[in-house]
Nanobody, 120 residues
Framework: VQLQASGGGLVQAGGSLRLSCSGSGRIYSSAVMAWFRQAPGKEREFVALIRWSTTRTNYADSVKGRFTISKDSPNTVHLEMNSLEPEDTAVYYC???????????????WGRGTLVTVSS
């Protein structure tokens, strides 16, 4: 399984970006797709996840109401990011697993990441 994240870039505070993650191979209904991010000097942190079969979602408190995760069959997940803040600056990674988890080590496959920079 290979994952490829795209859509990062430079945006001013208050702006929006849409990240996409496409994966090779079929995504089975049991799959969970997630986004994590890692800011310079900080640990990787959970952002959002979605269960492929039910489209049930979960978000980190820091992004609730601003970010939306969605799926686009057959094998793409998006992260719509609105009202961006400088604190959202990070490399964003997509991940795939089968556990409903906010822990990075629960995920089996990772994309290479895409950089999001939010200027103040």
């Amino acid at each position: 399984v290979q994952l490829q994240a795209s859509g990062g870039g430079l945006v001013q505070a208050g702006g929006s970006l849409r990240l996409s993650c496409s994966g090779s191979g079929r995504i089975y209904s049991s799959a969970v797709m997630a986004w994590f991010r890692q800011a310079p000097g900080k640990e990787r942190e959970f952002v959002a996840l979605i269960r492929w079969s039910t489209t049930r979602t979960n978000y980190a408190d820091s992004v609730k109401g601003r970010f939306t995760i969605s799926k686009d069959s057959p094998n793409t997940v998006h992260l719509e990011m609105n009202s961006l803040e400088p604190e959202d600056t990070a490399v964003y990674y997509c991940a795939r697993g089968t556990q409903w988890s906010v822990q990075a080590n629960a995920y089996d496959y990772w994309g290479r990441g895409t950089l999001v920079t939010v200027s103040s």
